[in-house]
């Protein structure tokens, strides 16, 4: 991943001197981005590497943006989605942890 995000500042402004490009865990990975062009980018160098995208599992949450434009691989458009899962934690377009403590506490 390093090689594919170390060129250019792509990520979120985590603290004063420090970006957050991406979340890794073993096969799953997150991608973080400002803004959707610095996204679709991004989406291209790791293919560039040779890493594999499997569109099917990809999605774009998009948080504080009023931005509605495509990010796309191979041409094909990635789902837009209000929330999902990631390594058992649901993110939502909120940020926050409201709706995965709701979720936790449900289940148990």
């Given at each position: ?7 250019e ?14 979340l890794d ?7 973080l ?47 837009d ?28």
């Open positions: 991943m390093k090689t594919s995000t170390s060129e500042k792509r990520g979120i402004q985590w603290t004063s001197r420090m970006q957050l490009d991406d865990f073993a096969d799953d990975l997150a991608l981005s400002q803004t959707q062009q610095q996204m679709q980018e991004k989406t291209i160098s790791v293919v560039a590497v040779g890493l594999n995208i499997h569109k099917g599992k990809s999605k774009i949450l998009r948080y504080n943006t009023a931005c509605t434009n495509p990010t796309t691989i191979d041409g094909e458009d990635l789902e989605v209000k929330t999902f899962a990631y390594l058992g934690s649901i993110i939502n377009e909120h940020g926050g942890s409201d709706a995965d403590v709701k979720a936790r506490i449900d289940k148990a």
